[in-house]
């Protein structure tokens, strides 16, 4: 429950980040005569839709299992990090387009203040990053990394704006599309940085596994649990913000049934309680041999 709220809040401060940064870019980029600065204005736009998203996410994939969804609802975050990468590459798609489109046209060069404002903007969504970016490591939240890396690509494609701007400023006429470059330029690495958060989500769809690390700490757990000599099978899947188990542990072979039961329990809870991040675990009893 920590965890989420601690998500949700980071959404909101997406949200609020990119609705305010948008505007100064829309305004700035018009009025300053900088296509790249719009082109960054659209990808904050999308930016905020897809931060809506993620608060949907986070919300609905914390809800409990019920009857028709007995390992609870967590698939929902990895498949709104889906949604959100289609709104990062259809913001790509259109700021490439329209770059490609404006290099053909004559057009007066950006105003020198644009700098300013794209100076401001660098340095306060790479904070943006740092923070959103943390929170998701602190919650565990694929969909909070995605909104995260917004951030940061959003600073790069203002860093390329910078320089698209500066030297249209600087080289003077004759290097007015320097601008429009700038925003291919970060079409460019918004379809590049699309397939970097994709790639987890697929992963986790997919029941990949990749959380060696966690294998290895439930291992260490479970053989200082009384009666369990060792492990065989460890089965991780994620499912939202936290992780779903399947274990072999080994037993003692002339135990009872009951006994192995009891055993079973007794690791699970000790599980559950040492490793706050597995939702559930089922443990089957092996003997030893």
Request: hydrophobic content about 45%; charged content about 20%; overall charge negative.
């Amino acid at each position: 429950m920590k965890h989420q709220k601690t998500a949700i809040q980071a959404t909101y401060f997406s949200i609020f980040t990119n609705t305010a940064l948008a505007l100064i870019k829309w305004i700035a980029g018009y009025f300053g005569n900088s296509y790249a600065l719009i082109a960054d204005a659209i990808e904050s736009t999308t930016d905020i839709f897809s931060s809506f998203l993620v608060l949907f996410g986070l919300r609905y994939s914390t809800r409990p299992p019920d009857k028709n969804h007995p390992y609870g609802h967590g698939r929902a975050e990895p498949l709104m990090t889906f949604l959100v990468v289609v709104f990062l590459i259809s913001s790509a798609v259109i700021i490439a387009y329209e770059s490609i489109k404006n290099m053909g046209t004559p057009h007066a060069a950006p105003k020198p203040y644009t700098l300013i404002i794209l100076g401001f903007i660098i340095v306060w969504k790479e904070i943006s990053y740092r923070f959103v970016v943390k929170k998701s490591s602190e919650t565990n939240s694929l969909s909070l990394k995605a909104d995260a890396w917004h951030h940061r690509s959003d600073a790069i494609t203002s860093v390329a704006a910078f320089i698209g701007i500066l030297l249209a400023l600087v080289m003077g006429k004759g290097w007015e599309s320097a601008d429009d470059w700038a925003a291919l330029f970060a079409s460019g690495f918004i379809i590049y940085n699309s397939y970097l958060i994709f790639r987890p989500a697929l992963s986790e769809i997919m029941d990949e596994h990749m959380y060696d690390d966690l294998a290895l700490e439930i291992r260490e757990v479970a053989k200082n649990v009384e009666g369990v000599f060792d492990t065989e099978k460890c089965f991780i899947r994620k499912t939202g913000m936290k992780y779903h188990v399947d274990l072999h542990a080994i037993v003692d072979a002339n135990i009872t049934v009951k006994e192995g039961h009891d055993i079973s329990h007794l690791l699970k809870n000790c599980l559950l309680i040492e490793i706050p991040v597995i939702a559930d675990i089922l443990i089957h009893i092996e003997p030893n041999e």
